[in-house]
């Protein structure tokens, strides 16, 4: 199947009213309704009946069971809201929903601002739903920043991730987690490590996570995006700056940046010798790079762009060691294909404008494959997420609804 062909097959799935398994989140952005919806309308272009198949899916989700809850940005009204914000071809269309769910949002956003302030005020530990992309508050501030830069949730969002940069006393910083990763950041369960001092498994009293979703790298990429739209809290730049500085030291001797870091190991400023390693957009350096290239923007310092760059294009050199499951992109080549675009464009590499075309060849093989394997059409892990990606390379970067990625937070 050429790129091509794929794309069209994932639109005629996508077309089908019944295109998304039902998942206990219908109305989701990662793997229902609203990702359908999403992904449909970038697809269609100017064609009016895949369109109107897309608001179908649109309407599905706002009727769905807890269309209407606050959450992360993946699922109920923040899901519905992104949804709606991309496919909108214009300032009044679907005007009403939005309006009416963005309140909504930036409650939810205040919200997990303030448990991410009683995390870091019990000093035990942050719960990553608190902050993270995916389900916390760097995944819901970037809508906000979209559609109410100004508004009191945002300056919320901002003013508590600032907190996440402040010194501590000890070696660990203070957007340590409390738990092991869930999920873990690689395919098959790594080994259990050898005991710490205070016995039981290592990562048992917690870890620091690395990983865009669910890692560091989601709130300073969006720290990041604010500050480059002007859009800042008290403190937000000295905050990109230290948590960018520490990103760079814990770089590995590769340049690119471990899973994860147990307490253990980030108390001995020990790295493994040889750690687990992917080229994700969940996990990986791919992720990582991408946020410090953001910080770099932002802040004008060229040397975070380079070493970004310079990290990601020696992640794709042996992709022996990719480490990546299907076409998705949460942990597939769609999700890598995305980032590299990004940063091939962002930056004016030439050398990783010289790999897109064998990531693209990947993402179609993998495409092709699940296609055949009839995988679920959605947006993060499925053939819809990956369309998308495929979609962006075949089609100028500067089209219409090409920042669908603001929900992966790398544009």
Known sequence: ????????????????????????????????????????????GPDQEVRRAAHGHLAAAVRAPGAMRGGGLYSGAAAVLFAARVMARGPGEYRGLVDTLTPRVAESAAGRAAALRADLAAGAGLRAHTFDAVSGAAGLGRLLLELAPDGPGTAEVLSALVELAAPTDGPLPRWWTAAAPDPEPVPAPEPVPAPGPGGGPTRSRGHLNFGLAHGIPGPLALLSLAGARNVRVPGQDEAVEALADRLIAHQLPSGGWPLTLSIEQAERRAVPADPPV???????????????????????????QQAAVAALDNALADSGSWNLNGPGLCHGTGGLLRIVQRMAADSGSAAL?????????????????????????TLLEGTAGAALALHGHLNSPAGEGTDWDACLLLS
Request: proline share 5%.
């Open 1 to 44: 199947m050429t790129p091509t062909e794929a794309l069209q097959a994932v639109t005629a799935r996508l077309s089908r009213p019944d295109a998304t398994a039902t998942t206990a989140d219908s109305a989701g952005l990662g793997t229902g309704r609203s990702g359908a919806a999403l992904a449909l309308a970038v697809l269609a």
């Open 353 to 377: 404008a010289a790999r897109l075309p064998a990531l693209a060849t990947a993402t179609a093989r993998d495409l092709t494959a699940a296609l055949a394997a009839d995988a679920p059409a």
């Open 278 to 304: 992917r080229a994700a957009w969940c996990y990986g350096t791919p992720g990582a790079a991408r946020a410090l290239f953001l910080a770099g923007r932002a802040l004008g310092r060229a040397d975070w």
